[in-house]
């Protein structure tokens, strides 16, 4: 079975401030991970995804995430924020055959202030 | 690609009573997923069908859960003698394939009083 730990419930950043939101995983098997968004009021997105090849993996606004199978971690990464990008974000991981079910971690909000 | 949708957006029922709520997936997505959110969790997975076949329960989808896709379409999940615990928000999601990433609806906030 996977989990996933997001070791940080709540993080408040300034504007144009750098962030890391971090993730750890656990699996007997090889895995794919997913970042998904939920801004207030609305429904999951999916912001990136890592399933193979390169290890650094880009969304088109700007996040970023590192996979590092030794760590088994997933941070996401951004230099700059915007207050725009106040949200929560979630952790996911799905195995590579065997069960299809997605299983994401608790979250963690980010708070972009002025 | 019009997105998933679910109806209804919100239902507030009295303890007891029976729900329905129904998801309209992708319309080339053969996988359907159920999961359900609380206040400060991430989703929490409940049940997924490829195409009619439901695959996978959780241990969370009591027997006054169930989830039914008919024609590998749209699917129902009914939650029978609904009790306070059961008020949370019920998110549908659907896939291409078994690996593809999610796309989930708004989903259905449910409140039991």
């Known amino acids: 079975a996977q989990?996933?730990?997001?070791?940080?419930?709540?993080?408040?950043?300034?504007?144009?401030?750098?962030?890391?939101?971090?993730?750890?995983?656990?699996?007997?098997v090889s895995v794919y991970l997913f970042w998904y968004v939920q801004y207030p009021n609305q429904g999951l997105q999916l912001l990136l995804k890592y399933l193979s090849g390169s290890t650094l993996v880009e969304s088109i606004n700007g996040f970023e995430a590192e996979f590092n199978k030794s760590q088994t971690s997933?941070?996401?990464?951004?230099?700059?924020?915007?207050?725009?990008?106040?949200?929560?974000?979630?952790?996911?991981?799905?195995?590579?055959?065997?069960?299809?079910?997605?299983?994401f971690g608790k979250g963690t909000k980010l708070t972009v202030n002025p | 690609d019009t997105g998933v949708s679910q109806d209804p957006r919100h239902k507030i029922t009295k303890?007891?009573?029976?729900v329905t709520f129904r998801c309209d997936p992708i319309s080339e997505h053969n996988r359907l997923y159920w999961y359900r959110?609380?206040?400060?969790?991430?989703?929490e997975f409940l049940t997924y069908f490829q195409n009619e076949a439901q695959l996978e329960k959780s241990r969370l989808l009591s027997d006054r859960f169930s989830a039914e896709r008919p024609k590998g379409s749209f699917s129902t999940l009914e939650i029978q003698?609904?009790?306070?615990?059961?008020?949370?928000?019920?998110?549908c999601a659907s896939s291409l394939t078994g690996n593809s990433p999610l796309h989930f609806g708004n989903g259905t906030r449910l409140t039991v009083t």
């Open chain 2, 81 to 91: 003698r609904t009790e306070q615990g059961d008020s949370a928000m019920y998110l």
């Open chain 1, 3 to 28: 989990s996933v730990t997001q070791l940080d419930s709540q993080v408040p950043v300034f504007e144009e401030a750098p962030v890391e939101l971090r993730c750890n995983y656990s699996s007997s």
């Open chain 2, 37 to 43: 959110q609380t206040l400060g969790q991430g989703p």
């Open chain 1, 74 to 103: 997933f941070h996401l990464r951004k230099p700059s924020v915007h207050i725009s990008d106040t949200a929560e974000y979630f952790c996911a991981v799905i195995s590579q055959g065997g069960s299809e079910k997605l299983v």
């Open chain 2, 15 to 18: 303890r007891g009573q029976n």
